[in-house]
């Protein structure tokens, strides 16, 4: 068969088009990983535009814990819930050099049920699962006036462990706030159990 030069540049002509064509119809089918995520605040990336909270997943990984409470709910019955706390290691710096977080630390705190024995060592007890998460990002700035989950210099979330990317808390006032009324002059943090914090 005989093509000319011309029938050479059409072919090719129409070979890009359609290559360009299976490209857009791919990348529309196929958003980029940024077009379904929530675009972040600038001081955080676990906290959308809009003040929206996340749990960081790879916290056990990736944070440094910064202590336990052992803790019994009901008076006089023995301890049956473990309150682990996290943090980056980069607000711990910050805390250990200014005495305060900075715009954007992130606590997270797992709250566990509890195993309980009799040890060579004495009566031990120890984190089992997950019930729930609570998460604290610090914000001094007052970015989210008009959201119910900000405020006292914190956004404030809780995660149960059926969900736990749904944040569950409606108003930290009544959902978070009431459980660190102790701990008001310390910025609501219960720092005195986080003796990793101490310089």
Known sequence: MNINFSGRQTIAGLAVAALLAGLIALSLSHPSPADDQPTKADFSPYVTKDGGIS???????KFVHLGTYAVATKPDNPVNEMHNVYARPEDIQAYRRDGKFPDGAILVKDVTTVGSEKLT??????TKDIKIWFVMVKDSKGRFPSSDLWGDGWGWALFEAKDPKKNVATDYKTDCKTCHVPAKKDD?????GYPVLKK
Not at 55 to 61: F, T, V
Not at 188 to 192: A, E, I
Request: no cysteine.
């Open 55 to 61: 749990l960081p997943a790879d916290y056990r990984e």
């Open 188 to 192: 609501w943090v219960y720092v005195r």
């Open 121 to 126: 060592t004495g009566q031990s007890t120890w």
